[in-house]
């Protein structure tokens, strides 16, 4: 296995086969659009744990338990596991990384975590450092609502462009030397870019920037062009954020059309507006990707996808402080079928 | 360049150089021992900056400009950053990140972050991913105690075996292919060790079975005793942890004598108790490291020193829901002088 680099781009050589990825959703989720293809639907938002908090631990782990039973693997079995959440010191998945009792490496870069953690466990991969590594992610609307907003309980009125986190969590097992018919064939990690928002609730400005960064530096190094993908995902830009997005690619020449471009917030809670924009969080693009993607791309559906998750930087004081909100996106391609060789 | 396995160590072979480290330290950090070997002693805690806040990101910012500078590059030749700190969504450490415009992924785990990014970007180097890479870390102690502690003003007591947060950063810039007598030859990333300890102010208990279990680790996979290290640096354990810690490890075998072993957070302040039991902070073991070590390395003071970054897993809230203090380590060993070959 070998990393080869192109530019700022990560190219694996052979790919890094996927074993088996799994997406948990809260109930709302369950009934967008992608419900039917998630591992579990939690039916309330509680888990029946005493915090919000301790039931989106649950989660993160119900989807690594999920994902290491699809592969095969024990905890055992994982070399290194990288992952991370919203919350304060990325509890959540420091106690699922407990549970587990493997290496340990924690990550944040807000809502685009799972592409920075899935992009280091295919580097550890490829390297040769580790043959089997976990990437969790997970987010909670209910611990974000205590963290981030006002609490819930004032009935604050939000902005029709304001999205909601997503109460999901994904993992996926990469490694081994099995074809598995799913395989990570590139990365590129993102630069913060600052477009100087302030609105706490317009993060999609904050981010479409970001990820049209991303994307294009990801496209410039592998010398492709969107239409070299089946399905360009964003994280969670919801319904403003890819229509700035694609004005954004425009102006650099690159035409991302509406056909082959999908956010997973919107997929994950399909076209409704009682989640505003669409949804967001660290566990909405890493339910839908580790989840029902992975599995579309096991199944032939889809060739080739390319993930760019992305991220809003801020905390409560920070914003406080006057300070912008910058924005950050990870890029992972994603291959199915025959280009697993 | 390659990664070696060896059981749950990485052995970088070659040894991935260390281009230049820095250390900028606070006021009090700065009348400490290692005081006269830092890069830089901030006059206040305030930074003349209108939070201190925003004095720990400047802090961290002028720990990457100072490392850049002695390592002869700019921040264009930087391939990749990984950091954190110990703030809430690593605000400080992702506002470093916007000023160098580069591929940037977040770190944490607590104050075992100067190692978890050390370990992952000498991977990206000696994979072959990226050609220059930069590790930063920081804390301070205003910040740590508006967000983890009571707040200051209300003059709380504190036992005696609480530590104090290090006003610190450090930077470290590795790779290229000169040799600078100064390399990193393995790692090995922890797990997370949980003895049930619940005192949020009891964090050396939380982190010395971390501690030992990553050291035994990291032994068992070299094939190398206490023994052949000059200097096996805790992280932050403090007066009572180093005890504990030495203790943990003579019920394994291992003999960790009080020459060969030093704590980091006992280096930074001296033998003082104005401290508590010793300093801490994800800026403590980055600073002292970065910094003096790195330093001593390069002028054959020392030829091995083991890094055991250690930290402890909580936030205000996960404590407050009753959940316990899990600890985590990460180990990383460079060499100097004749061994960089």
Redo the contacts between chains.
């Keep these: 296995m070998?990393?080869?680099?192109k530019a700022?781009a990560?190219r694996f050589d052979p790919p890094v086969p996927v074993m088996a990825g799994a997406g948990v959703v809260g109930p709302k989720e369950g009934e967008g659009p992608l419900g039917g293809e998630m591992d579990h639907i939690c039916p309330s938002l509680h888990l029946e744990r005493?915090?919000f908090?301790?039931a989106e631990q649950q989660m993160q782990e119900m989807a690594a338990e999920l994902a290491l039973r699809k592969a095969g693997l024990s905890a055992a079995d994982i070399?290194?596991m990288l992952g991370?959440d919203?919350?304060?010191?990325?509890?959540p998945t420091?106690?699922t990384?407990?549970k587990?009792?493997?290496?340990?490496?924690?990550?944040?870069?807000?809502c685009a975590t799972s592409a920075?953690a899935l992009?280091?466990a295919s580097?550890?991969v490829?390297?040769?450092?580790?043959?089997h590594a976990l990437v969790t992610a997970g987010s909670h609307t209910c611990t974000a609502e205590r963290q981030f907003r006002y609490p819930n309980e004032y009935g604050s009125q939000k902005p029709p462009y304001s999205q909601q986190t997503a109460t999901a969590a994904g993992a996926l097992v990469i490694g081994g030397s099995r074809d598995t018919g799913v395989c990570i064939t590139a990365a590129?990690?993102?630069?913060?870019?600052?477009a100087k928002v302030t609105d706490p609730f317009q993060l999609s400005a904050a981010m479409a920037p970001a990820f049209a960064d991303t994307l294009r530096r990801h496209l410039d190094a592998m010398g492709r062009t969107p239409g070299d993908y089946d399905l360009i995902l964003s994280g969670d830009l919801g319904r403003h954020g890819v229509l700035l997005a694609r004005d954004l690619l425009q102006r650099d020449g690159i035409d991302l059309s509406a056909e082959r471009h999908r956010d997973c917030g919107l997929l994950l809670f399909g076209d409704t507006d009682s989640v505003f924009a669409g949804g967001s969080g660290a566990g909405c693009s890493a339910s839908v990707v580790f989840g029902p993607m992975v599995e579309a791309l096991r199944q032939g559906k889809y060739r080739r996808i390319l993930l760019v998750a992305t991220g809003a930087?801020?905390?409560?004081?920070?914003n406080q402080?006057g300070?912008s909100i910058?924005g950050?996106a990870?890029a992972v391609e994603l291959e199915g079928g025959a280009a697993n060789g």
Tied chains: 1, 2.
């Excluded at 070998?2 to 680099?5: A, D, G, L, N, P």
């Excluded at 919203?86 to 509890?91: A, E, K, P, T």
């Excluded at 490829?126 to 043959?131: D, K, M, N, T």
């Design positions: 070998s990393v080869i680099r700022d990560w005493d915090s908090e301790k070399d290194l991370g919203l919350l304060n010191q990325i509890m420091c106690l990384a407990r587990l009792a493997r290496p340990f490496c924690g990550m944040f870069t807000a920075q992009s280091l580097l550890a490829s390297s040769g450092a580790v043959l590129t990690v993102g630069r913060v870019v600052d930087l801020l905390s409560p004081q920070s402080q300070e910058p950050i990870h």
